[in-house]
């Protein structure tokens, strides 16, 4: 025989005797190394203090666990060693059972020195097929996450330059605006705020962070004779000025990572009572991001500067927000807002303050999601 059969171990399990003895002088005689047991209980004692056994070969009737316990067992625990049972040759339909239950073989009592021989060959072959399997499947299993991390950490960076493309785009705007500087950073930061007040997933904050961001976008296409007007807009200007909703729209949309993000820039002047523009949205057909969005936006409004008043306390800001609660916003979002303690909305103001980037504000939002 050759040094692989030589090698190749097989364990007995019988509560007869006499079969133990026979059948391991039938492996030995074939050039095999036998061990042998009594119970399934030992049987598997054994496989685990001989990890180099591949084959057992086990009576179906045991005392205490059958043999079909004892296979179960084994086909769960150790992946790499087969199991032939043995049992009379009138018992056909325990053969049946045995072959369902994954056994590499059924040998019917008493079998000959030719049919063990056979038998064993198979079961080891089989053995040794399976682990040529498993350490197929586990080197594809380690190229598959070397690979996925890799495309993970691609994804991160491609997320990373369009972050980055959206602060650039805000910064254009601000740069036309100087009046309202800060206000899409600030505003930003207040909507991914109540955004995890309200529990949304890591998606939707970073939907929403960008749309937030983007909301004014549409102001680039609006003619600074308009735009910076120091007085009172005309009725035509008005119009014009209100385009900025879709035309935000238009420019934002045709990016396939903001397509939804374009939805609140399309709807971050609607009201919740259906009185806002461009399109007149009424409740819960407003986009959420836009909803939470309004109060943000308002937050920051009135707790900002401008040449003809005087920025409001937050504590006054907050009296307004509930004041329109029902009209203006979304009262679900209205009730977001009074959750948060009144002290956390400077605190956010002064760190946006301190050149806190968008695409930061955005990463946040997503590390930041409540699972």
């Known amino acids: 025989m050759s040094n692989s059969l030589q090698r190749d171990l097989v364990l007995v399990v019988s509560a007869n005797t006499q079969e133990r003895v026979r059948s391991m002088a039938l492996l030995r005689s074939s050039g095999y190394a036998a061990a042998s047991v009594a119970t399934s209980a030992k049987a598997l004692e054994y496989l685990r203090n001989r990890p180099g056994c591949r084959l057992v070969l086990a009576s179906v009737f045991l005392p205490g ?28 339909e325990i053969a049946v059972q045995a072959f369902r239950r994954g056994a590499a073989d059924v040998l019917m009592e008493p079998f000959s020195l030719s049919a063990l021989r056979s038998s064993v060959a198979s079961a080891l072959m089989q053995g040794q097929m399976r682990q040529e399997t498993l350490r197929y499947l586990r080197s594809l299993e380690t190229l598959v996450n070397e690979r996925t991390g890799k495309l993970r950490q691609i994804m991160e960076d491609l997320e990373r330059s369009y972050d980055v493309t959206i602060e650039a785009m805000g910064d254009a705007l601000d740069m036309r605006d100087e009046e309202t500087e800060g206000h899409s950073k600030r505003v930003t930061a207040y909507t991914v705020a109540l955004a995890r007040e309200m529990r949304l997933n890591q998606a939707e904050l970073k939907t929403i962070a960008r749309g937030a961001f983007l909301h004014d976008i549409g102001k680039i296409a609006i003619p600074d004779s308009i735009l910076l007007k120091p007085g009172k807009l005309t009725p035509e200007e008005m119009c014009i000025m209100q385009s900025h909703c879709e035309r935000g729209y238009r420019i934002v949309r045709k990016i396939p990572f903001l397509t939804e993000a374009a939805q609140i820039v399309y709807a971050h002047q609607e009201r919740f009572d259906g009185t806002g523009y461009p399109r ?40 307004e927000i509930v004041r329109g609660s029902g009209e203006q916003f979304d009262p679900a979002v209205v009730n977001a807002f009074l959750a948060v303690p009144e002290g956390t909305w400077p605190i956010i103001r002064a760190e946006v303050g301190r050149q806190t980037h968008a695409a930061e504000l955005v990463r946040s939002a997503a590390n930041a999601a409540v699972a």
Do not use: H, N
């Open 280 to 319: 007149g949205l009424r409740g819960k057909s407003i986009p959420l991001g836009a909803r939470i969005f309004a109060v943000a936006d308002t937050l920051d409004a009135m707790t900002s500067d401008r040449p003809y008043r005087r920025a409001l306390t937050f504590r006054d800001a907050a009296r």
């Open 65 to 92: 666990e059958s043999g079909f316990v004892l296979l179960d067992k084994i086909t769960l625990e150790f992946a790499d060693v087969g199991v032939i049972l043995t049992t009379s040759p009138q018992r056909i």
